[in-house]
Antibody, heavy 119, light 110 residues
């Protein structure tokens, strides 16, 4: 059974960079079938797609976040990562990693991790 | 403001049916398939319907999806208390080159 697990700091200071890692078990992120992505949900609000990466390294980002976001694949482990630069309080959210097939079919999700941006 | 439009709330009594709608445009729902997600309180979203009307293994047939033009619908029959959740539609947007979500519909089972 495929499982995804987010990890990283739960508190980030304003203007700094948020960094999260998603560890995948029960499957390989090197598969040519799937994309691997990040989605966030501010407290009490809806879902926002951040971006995705393909095993080849091709990336797709939300245009509204593109200047801040970098998604990359780990070199030695079954992991992929999110970096969000110059964060503000508006970036406080639960961050989820997920596997997707073509389009918007996100079929496996991590449990999510709350990241708070505060000094 | 979300690219896809959903009513913020819906409700029904146990045993009844309810329909949740999702409206988009030619660049998303009009050209691509729609997926629906169920988010129970305090949990991660779960894929409920994919490719407009397909149910992943384990999803009861009480849940069904459809699409027409630039709109899509999720129908739930025989409502149960455990169906109380937030429901989100999503689609790929060819203009934005990314995934777009609806704002979510909170379903209350009275």
């Amino acid at each position: 059974q495929l499982q995804l697990q987010e990890s990283g700091p739960g508190l980030v200071k304003p203007s700094e960079t948020l960094s999260l890692t998603c560890t995948v078990s029960g499957g390989s992120i090197s598969s040519s079938v799937y994309y691997w992505g990040w989605i966030r949900q501010p407290p009490g609000k809806g879902l926002e797609w951040i971006g995705s990466i393909y095993y080849s390294g091709d990336t797709y980002y939300n245009p509204s976040l593109k200047s801040q976001v970098t998604i990359s694949v780990g070199t030695s482990k079954n992991q992929f990562s999110l970096r969000l630069s110059s964060v503000t309080a508006a970036d406080t959210a639960v961050y989820y990693c997920a596997r997707s097939r073509a389009g918007a079919t996100l079929d496996y999700w991590g449990q999510g991790t709350l990241v708070t941006v505060s000094s | 403001q979300s690219v896809l439009t959903q009513s913020p709330s819906a409700s029904g009594t146990p045993g009844q049916g309810v329909t949740i709608s999702c409206s988009g445009s030619s660049s998303n729902i009009g050209r691509n398939t729609v997926n629906w997600y169920q988010q129970l309180p305090g949990t991660a979203p779960k894929l409920l319907i994919y490719s407009n009307s397909q149910r992943p293994s384990g999803v009861p047939d009480r849940f069904s999806g459809s699409k027409s033009g630039t709109s899509a619908s999720l129908a739930i029959s025989g409502l149960q208390s455990e169906d109380e959740a937030d429901y989100y539609c999503a689609a790929w947007d060819d203009s934005l080159k990314g995934v777009v979500f609806g704002g979510g519909t909170k379903l209350t089972v009275l």
